[in-house]
């Protein structure tokens, strides 16, 4: 009896520690893009991991950003922002977002984030992510067909600047310079009005 008691405990804990409110934050990006390196560094990595947000958010990563899609005779092409190499790093950045946990993937990708030629493996041994997965993707499909979905959510936007943030249901245009800048303070706001409390760390708590 007494332990049936203590797992029902230990059970509901854990319901109670999955059931965390997550405020949605999409990353609208480019792998070689300076802003977005920077942006990783300097703002979305010292909130998510430096203050644990990563917990209260459902974040999705979306490297694209400003891609030309030239279409001839039902062949695609895709030309971005930073060259080829750009869309082969995107498309590794997929990958890596679908065949590993969003934890995994972002501490891989904000190490990729760090500069113009990190090396994945580098990263991966680093964080002791196993990255099997995400280069027999890269591997056995092509970068048109990976990047494909996270061109269909760029279109969803105007991206006129990258990187773009959307944050909670709505893609704000007149925010972009303050999620960029004051990343934290807009998601302890956003969150505190979605939620109606206030996140450890934020500002009135
Ligand atoms: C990687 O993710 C893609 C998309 O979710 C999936 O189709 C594929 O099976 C995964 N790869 C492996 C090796 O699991
Ligand atoms: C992308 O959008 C096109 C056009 O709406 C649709 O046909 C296609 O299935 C979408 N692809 C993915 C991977 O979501
Ligand atoms: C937050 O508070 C407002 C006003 O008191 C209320 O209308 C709303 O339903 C609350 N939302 C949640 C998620 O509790």
Redesign the pocket.
Known sequence: MFALIALSALVFQNINVMAEDKLEVRVFYEALCIDSMRFFRLKLQPSMIGKSRLQNTDLKLIPYGKVIKLENEGHIELSCQHGEPECELNALHA?II??NSVEESFNLISCLMRGFNTNVDVCANHYNVDI???K??KK??STVNILEKYGNETSKIQAYFIPAIGMGDEHNYDEQYDLRQNFDNMFCEKFTSKFNYTLKGCKGN
């Open positions: 990958c679908e065949n099997q997965k995400a027999d993707c056995s499909r």
